[in-house]
């Protein structure tokens, strides 16, 4: 069956630096892909999405590409804030799962001033 | 209202009593979700709702009961809890029959079994 699998964290970076965020999927159909955000206290946020092959998704200066050869997508920042601290989840959709999301297991990203 | 809302935001149960949580979607979407968070498990699908009609239950002990009145509100039914099932559940919609099938989640009820 399809799934994802994420970095373990946490990720504990200094405000400003480059952030990566590995993210590989196992799916047999051609999923759609999603990065989703959760600050403490609050649901997931839709971050940014890719729907086929070599797509770019971004938001918020977040950055990630769908690498079909590689089956991955991972979460690009090139400067991060402490605002950025949050949970990470990737996830995936596609016709093999009834479309519904299959989620990593989060990656706690910790920006520290 | 905008998003998905739930109500209330935070919930203190004992064993024995009865609750309710309530999920509304202002996205005219015709999908929802049910997922519990857990320290132990971080995202689990409880229930999925398509056109009001359960289409999934993922082995949902049946001390929890949804309920779908229509495509804008979902509830979870709540008795005779156990304290492991003290987590953040979170509702969620979608738009089924677009190619693209990102989910709106609502910002949760913090649960909490005594």
Known sequence: ????????????????????????????????????????????????????????????????????????????????????????????SDRDSSYKLIFGSGTRLLVRP | ETGVTQTPRHLVMGMTNKKSLKCEQHLGHNAMYWYKQSAKKPLELMFVYNFKEQTENNSVPSRFSPECPNSSHLFLHLHTLQPEDSALYLCASSQRGLTVHEQYFGPGTRLTVT
Not at chain 1, 31 to 50: N, T
Not at chain 1, 71 to 79: A, N, P, V
């Open chain 1, 1 to 92: 069956g399809d799934s994802v699998t994420q970095m373990e964290g946490p990720v504990t970076l200094s405000e400003e630096a480059f952030l990566t965020i590995n993210c590989t999927y196992t799916a047999t159909g051609y999923p759609s892909l999603f990065w989703y955000v959760q600050y403490p206290g609050e649901g997931l946020q839709l971050l940014l999405k890719a729907t086929k092959a070599d797509d770019k998704g971004s938001n918020k200066g977040f950055e990630a590409t769908y690498r079909k050869e590689t089956t991955s997508f991972h979460l690009e920042k090139g400067s991060v804030q402490v605002s950025d601290s949050a949970v990470y989840f990737c996830a995936l």
